[in-house]
């Protein structure tokens, strides 16, 4: 199969070439190839897009998500990858859960997923979970995600056995005590609704504490969903001093402040919190600089009664899948932030290298993983056209640009948009 007259995102560059895909990679990439083809004139290729960071909910909790919806909502929003994260029922802790997600995901047939790993046994915080198993079973990296590893020697030993075997610590960055129950962002607007805030050093001080532990052992580490103006300053201290730290963001710190807070709507609630104008700026600028190196979803669908709630109560989280790529094209490229190429590092070649993932970029030899979008076109979110079972939004009615028309994932289309 040959895709024809495309802008194809290169690294570093953008041009008009036609791509061939033969035996589910990619063959050729040059002008004016024969053979049969779509035309794809006015479209551009984007190395198939990986999401890091993503929750798809089974085994455990599949009334708000599972693999199959999931996979559904991740080749429509472009993504060829994902990576879900290890919080199901039972928790991702061990190779019996991990070989279950790999095996229902190649039933499903979509998209690639990736398994993450529990840091502690049951996410309880006490015991090291069988990390070596878990790698030998699929895993991809290992983290606790949703709270951080309370016991700073015991976070320790999980980088230094991680390490081990080839593998990361994703870091959800929070002292939960320091939260205290807090819900937003603590601040004009916290004080505004009367909502408990959380105070930005909640999560500056766990960034902080797996910067040191990674620089004193000399050992890799990632912190996940970065959302303060303090804690990207923190990395990129240490990137200049050397640590081997990587970090990511999502689209709704760099599209959103805590003004839409205001109206309670429960769609907004996130962990860590929206925070303010500062903040987004600051974000903004650390994915500009190399400081912030992914983008990720974070997609945390929900059904409709976890958030039909008063706000103290809804639950945490937003459906980022099918709306990812156009916001953050929308927000950063058309913005002025950052070339096609850098949106394509941050959502594609990045997140293969901190995981070692094949694929990521568009060269001969490599997977036929693409994801090719229309990038004139507007349309207005809307929820009720979701494939996830989350519909959980807080972007709904926004006019964006960025059309996903095909994914494509080991040359197989796996999306066309009708």
Known sequence: MIFRN????????????????????????????????????????????????????EPGFEKKENIESGSRAAVKGGFTQVCCMPNTKPVTDNKVVVSYIKNRAREVGLCKVNPIGAITEGQEGKNLAAIGAMKAAGAVAVSEDGKSVVAT???????????????????????????????????????????????????????????????????PVHICHVSTY?????????????????????PHYFTLTDAAIADFDTNTKVNPPIRAEKDRLAIIEGLKDGTLDCIVTDHAPHHEDDKNVEYALAAFGISGLETSFALSYTQLVKGGVLTLSELADKMSANPAAILNLQGGRLEVGAPADLTIVDLNKVWTIDPKDFVSKGKNTP?????????????????????REE
């Open 6 to 57: 495309a802008d194809v995102v290169l690294s570093g560059d953008v041009r008009k070439l036609d791509l061939r895909v033969e035996n589910g990679k990619i063959a050729e990439l040059a002008e004016h190839l024969e053979g049969e083809g779509i035309d794809c004139t006015g479209l551009t290729i984007f190395p198939g897009l990986i999401d890091m960071h993503v929750h798809l909910r």
């Open 230 to 250: 303090s804690g990207v300053q923190l990395i990129r201290e240490a990137k200049a001093r050397g640590v081997q730290v990587t970090a990511e963001t999502c």
């Open 153 to 219: 020697n015991l976070m320790a030993n999980a980088m230094m056995y991680a390490a081990d075997f080839g593998l990361k610590c994703l870091c959800h960055c929070e002292d939960s005590a320091l939260v205290d129950g807090g819900v937003v962002n603590e601040g004009y607007y916290s004080t505004l609704t009367g909502l408990k805030g959380s105070i930005r050093a909640a999560e500056d001080i766990i960034i902080a504490r797996e910067i040191c532990l990674a620089e004193s052992l000399s050992l």
């Open 395 to 415: 972007f709904a009615g926004r006019e964006v640009y960025g059309r996903v028309k095909y994914t494509v994932v080991d040359g197989d289309i796996k999306y």
